[in-house]
């Protein structure tokens, strides 16, 4: 099964909100996390990512938690925009031996309403 | 930097024909990445590439899945023969390293098996 899963499958928001989009990871050696954007027909498109070894981390309206005492890791994106709506994903990277492999969760379908 | 290119973007075909995907990386990325990604579902590793070398091939159905990356550039994806559970968007993605860099993807080819 998914090692990656996500509490919330659909979330829908105001523009102008700040959205908060959760993910639980089951890995406890996972140690490198993604976030990855994904529009209709079209890939992944990378946010943000952060190491096991930080606890936050900041980019452009957007900000990453990793909580690794629950395992939990999430996106908080301020000032939510229309183009902001797309499914989330949430991937982790185990880098255990020699293999380095990431897994992705299921997405949260975020929707901005105007 | 131009992305990960990726043809064709569409591709109808009966079941039991054979398909084939092109995928050129990001310049300069030494891994690419062969995924799989049903409707609703976040992508799953089909292959990984490290240059022209197999890193990890364990969730390829080898039956009638198979892959190249010749040169350690370029790669192909082949299905022979297709099978209606093939169905999905086959996306390309390359990393810079295998640790701990985030992959960027293609926007895929999406299949349909009739």
């Known amino acids: 099964g998914e090692s990656v899963g996500l509490h919330l499958p659909t979330l829908s928001v105001q523009e102008g909100d700040n959205s908060i989009i959760n993910c639980a990871y089951s890995?406890?050696?996972?140690?490198?996390f993604i976030w990855y954007k994904q529009e209709s027909g079209k890939g992944p498109q990378f946010i943000i990512d952060?190491?096991?070894?930080?606890d936050k981390r900041q980019g452009q309206r957007v900000t990453v938690l990793l909580n690794k005492t629950v395992k939990h890791l999430s996106l908080q994106i301020a000032a939510t925009q229309p183009g902001d709506s797309a499914v989330y994903f949430c991937a982790e990277n185990y880098s255990g031996g020699s293999n380095y492999k990431l897994t992705f969760g299921k997405g949260t379908l975020l929707t901005v309403n105007p | 930097e131009a992305g990960v290119a990726q043809s064709p973007r569409y591709k109808i075909i009966e079941k039991r024909q054979s398909v084939a995907f092109w995928c050129n990386p990001i310049?300069?990325?030494?891994?690419l990445y062969w995924y799989q990604q049903i409707l609703g579902q976040g992508p799953k590793l089909l292959i990984q590439f490290q240059n022209n070398g197999v890193v990890d091939d364990s969730q390829l159905p080898k039956d009638r899945f198979s892959a190249e990356r010749l040169k350690g550039v370029d790669s192909t994806l082949k299905i022979q023969p297709a099978k209606l559970e093939d169905s999905a968007v086959y996306l390309c993605?390359?990393?810079?390293?295998?640790?701990?860099?985030?992959?960027?993807f293609g926007d895929g080819t999406r299949l349909s098996i009739l």
């Open positions: 993605a390359s990393s810079s390293s295998p640790i701990n860099q985030p992959q960027h």
């Open positions: 952060i190491r096991s070894n930080m």
């Open positions: 310049s300069g990325h030494a891994t």
């Open positions: 890995n406890s050696a996972s140690d490198y």
